[in-house]
């Protein structure tokens, strides 16, 4: 690792907070959470940070990953209104070394530096010890939008790959779940995943059960519809049952899509406020259902990520990158 980065800042930038550490001796410290409503532009929140951080030196090297498109000279985040360019952030602050990253490469990247007390184990796959999991890893986050990436191996070091999946069309496995998306096809002509797995997908689900048994709904807001499916609400139950089962068919095909045999991981804001729903649900068999490819989907592990600022670990993998 360059000397550069032995002491960096790193940073994941989202659409509500942007989240700060500074990577000392190759582990990220503690973070810091600033509002982004509160700040103007991204410079002002990294100079926010950088005194909240009270840093000995100011930090030479930066890795940044927002959510939104970036490249390797900029990153926009189009309903944020920040944009950030590489050339402005070493004008302004003297980083010597900076890398911009999309916050799913970040999360991908630091895949396999989660040890066993960073992840639950969703279903019965053996486990694999960090460092030695055979082939690519897939992750997918269920949020605002649905992410999903993938690390690949490689030298000198692993690939995470970043795209588009959460907006593939979703597919039913039975027929109560074709009803519910001819439903949903009503309102939304392309039913994508991530109109189902998602913040607002767990409502068009809740909404469209309810309209298909005539019952009225309460509370559209998801967190609403999930306390209550855990405090027994038959409808709310429902929905987040179908929701972890729709997960888990989508789930297999990410991991079929990706050869993702050293496992599939599981993100996001909203899956941790169920994990023992989860853990009981049919989200392990709807992703072994897979026809002559089941046993190739057993010996899968699928990991529920529990481990706070989880991205900082790759954003810690990139920094130890620089040359």
């Not at 026809?291 to 010996?299: I, K, P, S, T």
Request: with cysteine; aromatic share 6%; net charge neutral.
């Amino acid at each position: 690792m360059s000397s550069d980065a032995r002491q960096a800042l790193l940073a994941d930038i989202g659409g509500t907070n942007a989240r700060f550490a500074l990577l000392g001796d190759g582990a990220p410290g503690a973070a810091l959470h600033l509002p982004v409503a509160d700040h103007p532009t991204v410079y002002d929140a990294i100079d926010a940070a950088l005194q909240a951080l009270d840093a000995e030196a100011a930090p030479r090297a930066a890795v940044l990953a927002f959510a939104g498109p970036v490249d390797a000279r900029a990153a926009t985040m189009t309903n944020v209104g920040w944009a950030t360019s590489v050339a402005e952030l070493r004008r302004r602050f003297g980083f010597s070394r900076v890398r911009l990253l999309n916050d799913y490469a970040a999360l991908a990247l630091g895949l396999e530096d989660l040890g066993p007390g960073d992840t639950r184990a969703i279903g019965p796959a053996p486990l694999v010890p960090p460092g030695t999991r055979p082939g690519p890893l897939a992750v997918l986050s269920p949020g605002s939008g649905l992410g999903v990436g993938a690390l690949v191996p490689a030298a000198p070091h692993p690939l995470p790959l970043v795209g588009e999946g959460g907006h593939a069309t979703m597919a039913a496995a039975d027929d109560a779940e074709a009803e519910l998306l001819g439903l949903l096809r009503r309102d939304f002509r392309h039913v994508s995943a991530e109109r189902l797995l998602s913040g607002p997908g767990l409502v068009n689900l809740y909404r469209a059960l309810g309209e298909l048994r005539g019952e009225r709904v309460e509370d559209g807001d998801p967190a609403a519809i999930t306390r209550r499916a855990l405090q027994g609400d038959d409808l709310s139950r429902l929905a987040l049952d179908h929701f972890c089962r729709l997960l888990g068919s989508f789930a297999g095909n990410v991991a079929l899509s990706f050869g993702a045999r050293g496992g599939v991981f599981l993100g996001g804001g909203i899956l941790p406020r169920f994990p023992d729903f989860l853990a009981r649900s049919g989200f392990r068999a709807r992703f072994e259902d897979k026809g002559r490819f089941r046993d190739y989907l057993a010996a899968i592990p699928t990991l529920l990520i529990t481990r706070p600022d989880a991205a900082f670990l790759g954003l810690a993998a990139a920094a130890r990158q620089f040359d």
